[in-house]
């Protein structure tokens, strides 16, 4: 079964509304900024010296770890030895499609929402195996189009998903390397609860009784940016998901902290390159393409 690597693309956003699967061998890569999707994503990491650092947690890999980032995440790798080839596999999935897989009883969903999920998954020899032949699997059905190239990728991604549910909760056997401060951690949790108050240095500083400096100092040790870029891309993400509940673009704002609408306006173009409005439209056009395209295989098989 022949594999081939994709050329790799710093795009941020999914054009397919069920999953996307690559599989990178790089040199010389460079890092890639704090960043968020508007999707889950499956990181398998195969080779290279990396560490990955998600909501102010470092986590140094070894290869056969999994990484489970939802969409509220935000995250980033850090290389180690940029000399070292660079090896993964990176599984986006759309959470409503991994929704349609699920059943009452068996939410695939849940490792990437669950309150005591698991981020980063350190594999068996037996799990390794099983999760990567499942990608290269599903790798190879990327360039298929013969019989049941339709069924068999949701049926790889069922066992996928629930295998990678399994082993989240299931009792540590391997423990992996974190590093992480218990300070930034109580204080990101603050900031998620609190994105539509008032959220700067001074009040942090006071609200957990240090210097601001200091914290100033941890936070960006942590989460690799500064406090303010942090909170502003965290009330973004809060502000796509109301924007797609039906909120009023015009009211959203408000409920994730921003002082006027002209703050949130400039803060969302200048993160995605589109207006809040283009957001919304060009979401929709994809989830009526995606409707029309399953209506079209409905009638079908029909």
Wanted: proline share 2%.
């Amino acid at each position: 079964m022949s594999k081939h690597k994709n050329d790799y693309s710093n795009r941020q956003h999914m054009y397919r509304m069920d999953y996307e699967l690559f599989y990178y061998k790089d040199m010389q890569f460079k890092n890639v900024s704090l960043h968020h999707h508007d999707f889950f994503e499956v990181y398998f990491f195969v080779k290279g010296e990396v560490s990955y650092q998600i909501e102010g947690r470092n986590y140094h890999l070894v290869p056969g770890d999994i990484l489970l980032v939802n969409h509220k995440e935000l995250h980033q790798v850090l290389i180690e030895n940029p000399e070292h080839y660079y090896e993964r596999y990176v599984l986006w999935l759309n959470k409503e499609f991994i929704k349609s897989l699920s059943s009452k009883k068996s939410d695939l969903t849940r490792c990437f929402l669950d309150q005591e999920k698991k981020t980063l998954l350190r594999t068996s020899m037996e799990n390794h195996q099983l999760i990567r032949g499942i990608l290269d699997k599903l790798h190879y059905q990327n360039a298929e189009d013969g019989f049941g190239a339709d069924l068999l990728p949701k049926a790889l991604l069922t066992e996928l998903m629930i295998e990678l549910n399994r082993m989240s909760f299931e009792e540590d056997k391997l423990q992996p390397q974190v590093k992480k401060n218990q300070l930034i951690d109580s204080v990101i949790s603050y900031i998620n609860e609190h994105l539509e108050e008032e959220i700067n240095m001074d009040q942090l500083a006071a609200e957990f009784f240090i210097s601001k400096y200091h914290l100033s100092r941890e936070f960006k040790k942590y989460t690799g940016t500064t406090l303010y870029r942090f909170v502003v891309q965290k009330r973004l993400i809060k502000a796509k998901g109301l924007i797609l509940e039906g909120n009023p673009i015009t009211s959203v704002y408000e409920e994730c902290g921003f002082g006027d609408y002209s703050n949130f306006f400039r803060a969302f173009k200048n993160e995605y390159g589109l207006t809040p409005k283009e957001f919304l439209s060009v979401m929709e056009k994809r989830k009526a393409s995606e409707d029309q395209h399953r209506y079209k295989n409905i009638a079908e098989f029909n």
